[in-house]
Antibody
């Protein structure tokens, strides 16, 4: 089964841009949807958006104005950028495969500090 | 958006007894064209990403013990653990993937040992 490994800065300042990357090991990006999901403390997961292997993208309408998801098939990676970060964006961010999510990254705790 | 509402919010069950978690969607997540319900169930333990247990409402993910089962159709779904084991203590989430514009999760059910 594919393994997802994610990385990126976890401590940001208000108004910063969050940048995370997720690499798929042991499997190709082809034929699947690839999502970013976040989870605030003590809450259910919130889907941020997805991209498929040909670059079709769908975003959560509540975040659409601040989010960009992109794909690098040559590196078997996909990425998330979330602009204008506020305290409300504090969460653990995950990458995941599919539309029911059968593989997940390890998670990145993102916090803000002035 | 399709809202997924779980009940109860928390549940305490004795070891070896049955645990039942319910999930209700705000609209039907059944596609008559393929006779499938677009619902998945996840288990999440502290410090870990969610783990896929069930997809298409009733299909058990590879490697998941057969004491876990999913049922339901339309708007009402159930996750059943037939004989609770200590390692099943976790938070459980349902998710709909019927709407390709917006995947949504339930708020979670915390399962503990009585």
């Amino acid at each position: 089964q594919v393994q997802l490994q994610q990385w990126g800065a976890g401590l940001l300042k208000p108004a910063d841009t969050l940048s995370l990357t997720c690499a798929a090991y042991g499997g190709s990006l082809r034929g699947y949807h690839w999502s970013w999901i976040r989870q605030s403390p003590e809450k259910g997961p919130e889907w941020i958006g997805e991209i498929n292997h040909v670059g079709n993208i769908t975003y959560n309408p509540s975040l659409k104005s601040r989010v960009t998801i992109s794909l690098d098939t040559s590196k078997n990676q996909f990425s998330l950028k979330l602009r204008s970060m506020t305290a409300a964006d504090t969460a653990v961010y995950y990458c995941a495969r599919g539309y029911y999510f059968d593989s997940w990254g390890q998670g990145t705790l993102v916090t803000l500090s002035a | 958006d399709i809202v997924m509402t779980q009940s109860p919010d928390s549940l305490a069950v004795s070891l070896g007894e049955k645990a039942t978690i319910n999930c209700k969607s705000s609209q039907s997540v059944f596609y008559s064209s393929n006779n499938k319900n677009y619902v998945a169930w996840y288990q999440q333990k502290p410090g870990q990403p969610p783990k896929l247990l069930i997809y298409w409402a009733t299909t058990r993910q590879s490697g998941v013990p057969d004491r876990f089962s999913g049922s339901g159709s339309g708007t009402d779904f159930t996750l059943t653990i037939s004989s609770l084991q200590a390692e099943d203590v976790a938070v459980y989430y349902c998710q709909q993937y019927y709407s390709p514009l917006m995947y949504t999760f339930g708020q979670g059910t915390k399962l503990e040992i009585k």
